[in-house]
C-alpha cells in the first residue's frame, strides 16, 4: 500500500498535487491534514520485535505482537488525532490467533505541560538530565512523590533503554533539537478497544501476568490511567524514512510512537487510581506501508514429459480440451487433465514438449 499524505482545508477548493508516494488536496483556509501510514516493527529480526506487547508487572515484555497485513495509522486535523486500526498476530505463531486494534488517540499536548520536562529533572528546559527522566520519572513516583505545582502537569515525556540519551549525544550528526522532545505530540485521551479471537489470549495473558485480575473478563477497554502519556514524533512527516522520532517511540532513533496502556476492565483489580502497573505497551516507527512481495511468475517448465505428449506442449496452458474428441481448430488437447497438453500440428521444440 502507497504512503499517502492528504492535507484537507475546510472552506474552498485550492489545488491539488500528487506523486507516486503522495497526494494532497488543498481547500479553504483552515488547515486539517490527514497523513496515513503505517505501524512497522520497530527491531526486525529480533526476538523482542513487536508492535503491541504483554508486559508483567516489572514491564517487561512477555508476549509480542505483529502486525497481518497494514498496521494502518492515520492522523487528522493537524495531528491532533491519531487513529490505530490493526490486525496483530502473536510472534510465534503467524497463523493467528489475531487481535484486533482499534483506537483514536486525541488532545494533543506538547512538552511544555509535561512533568518529566520539569525541575527537579531538569533547571534548564533545552538541556535536561535524561538519565534522570529515564530512572525517576517513573510511574511510581509519579503516583506517589508528587507535590504542589507538581500536580498541575501531566505525566510525560518518557525515556526507556537510554535512547533519550542517545539522541542528545548524536545532536550534529542527525539535528537533534533541544530538548529531543521540543517536537512530540503528547496524547492526552484515548477512545480504544481490543477484539478479534486472539483477544482471548491477550486476556489470558494478562490473567497469568496479573492473577488478581478476573480471568472471566472477555474485554479490554484502553486505559490510560497513571502511564506515561501516549508520544509521537518525527521530524520529516512528508518522508518519515528520512525523519527522526529522537526516541519517541521508546526504541531507536526512528520516526515513531509509544504509549502504555490498561484494559479498562482491570483497573480497579490493579489498584484503581493509585495503580503502579500497566498490562501492555504499544511501541512502533512510522512510515510507508511495506510494499506487497510481488507474485513469483513461475517459469516455463514442462508439466508433462515427452513421452505423454502427441507431438508438443501449449506453453500458454490456454484452449486445452480434457478428450482428443473434442480438439479442433486452434484447441489443444489436455493429455494428462494437468492443463497444459500438447498440440497437434503446431510449432513447438520437438522433443521437450513445448518447455
Known amino acids: 500500500m502507497a504512503f499517502k499524505l492528504v492535507a484537507l482545508l475546510a472552506l474552498t477548493l485550492g489545488a491539488a498535487f500528487a506523486n507516486e508516494e503522495f497526494a494532497m488536496s488543498l481547500k479553504g483556509e483552515r488547515e486539517l491534514q490527514q497523513f496515513e501510514a503505517c505501524a512497522l ?23 509480542r505482537w505483529l502486525p497481518r497485513g497494514d498496521a494502518i495509522v492515520t492522523f487528522s486535523n493537524n495531528r491532533n488525532t491519531m487513529s490505530l486500526d490493526w490486525e496483530v498476530y502473536p510472534q510465534d505463531s503467524p497463523e493467528g ?9 486525541s488532545a494533543k499536548t506538547d512538552y511544555e505541560d509535561c512533568w518529566c520536562a520539569q525541575p527537579p529533572f531538569t533547571n534548564d528546559p533545552e538541556n535536561p538530565n535524561y538519565g534522570k527522566v529515564q530512572n525517576s520519572c517513573t510511574q511510581k513516583n509519579w503516583v506517589q512523590n508528587r507535590e504542589g505545582e507538581e500536580l498541575d ?10 535512547v ?6 548524536k545532536r550534529d550528526s542527525i539535528g537533534t533539537p533541544k530538548p529531543i522532545w521540543l517536537n512530540w505530540d503528547f496524547y492526552t485521551a484515548v477512545d480504544g478497544q481490543l477484539g478479534g479471537p486472539g483477544l482471548a489470549l491477550f486476556r489470558e495473558t494478562v490473567y497469568d501476568l496479573f492473577p488478581e485480575t478476573n480471568p472471566d473478563t472477555t474485554t479490554c477497554t484502553m486505559d490510560l490511567t497513571n502511564v506515561p502519556l501516549p508520544q509521537f514524533g518525527c521530524s520529516d512527516m512528508e518522508n518519515p524514512p528520512d525523519g527522526y522520532g529522537y526516541g519517541a517511540n521508546a526504541k531507536n532513533l526512528e520516526c515513531g510512537f509509544a504509549t502504555w496502556f490498561n484494559c479498562k ?11 503502579i502497573v500497566h498490562v501492555a505497551d504499544i511501541n512502533f516507527n512510522f512510515g510507508p506501508c511495506p510494499t506487497p512481495e510481488p507474485t513469483p511468475v513461475p517459469s516455463e517448465i514442462c508439466i508433462v514429459t515427452p513421452d505423454e505428449c502427441a507431438e508438443y506442449q501449449n506453453p500458454d496452458g490456454d ?18 487433465n494437468r492443463g497444459r497438453g500438447c498440440s497437434r500440428g503446431s510449432t513447438g521444440n520437438d522433443g521437450s514438449c513445448g518447455c
Open 41 to 63: 516493527p520497530h527491531t526486525p529480526g529480533s526476538v523482542r520485535n513487536f508492535i503491541i506487547v504483554n508486559v508483567n508487572a516489572k514491564s517487561d515484555g512477555k508476549l
Open 319 to 336: 484452449n486445452f480440451c480434457s478428450t482428443e474428441e473434442n480438439c479442433g481448430g486452434d484447441f489443444i488437447f489436455d493429455t494428462n
Open 97 to 105: 490467533p489475531y487481535m484486533t486494534v482499534k483506537a483514536t488517540f
Open 153 to 162: 502537569y501531566l505525566f510525560c515525556p518518557k525515556c526507556e533503554g537510554n
Open 164 to 169: 533519550c540519551s542517545e539522541a542528545n549525544s
Open 265 to 275: 476492565e482491570d483497573l480497579e483489580a490493579l489498584g484503581g487510581d493509585e495503580t
